[in-house]
């Protein structure tokens, strides 16, 4: 079993930037890839930044460039620096942890960006 625990969100005016944190504890030997994914009020979830265990990351489309997730995995943390925030921003964002065949999620933390 993978614990994870996020933290950093909270309420920041449009062009903000707020710094989120996954610490993964736990069984973690062997985690693969880890990410932030987000579900906006009335639409699905998505994926918003994804880090593997080798620091490649891939990003939507609609936060390259404004977003930048990093990984200490000597602290088993994950990081999503977000720069430039907008009100389409505003979701609940969750972390994932990649650990085959199993998938960890945390119990997400709220960012609110008003404009």
């Known amino acids: 079993q993978v614990q994870l625990v996020e933290s950093g969100g909270g309420l920041v005016q449009a062009g903000g930037s707020l710094r989120l944190s996954c610490a993964a504890s736990?069984?973690?030997?062997?985690?693969?890839?880890m990410g932030w994914y987000r579900q906006p009020p009335g639409k699905q979830r998505e994926l918003v930044a994804l880090?593997?265990?080798?620091?490649?990351?891939i990003y939507a489309d609609s936060v390259k460039g404004r977003f930048t997730i990093s990984r200490d995995n000597v602290r088993n943390t994950v990081y999503l620096q977000m720069n430039s925030l907008n009100p389409e921003d505003t979701s609940v964002y969750s972390c994932?942890?990649?650990?085959?065949?199993?998938?960890?999620w945390g119990q997400g933390t709220q960012v609110t960006v008003s404009s």
């Open positions: 994932n942890a990649d650990q085959f065949p199993y998938h960890y």
């Open positions: 736990g069984s973690i030997v062997s985690l693969r890839a």
């Open positions: 880090i593997t265990s080798g620091g490649s990351a």
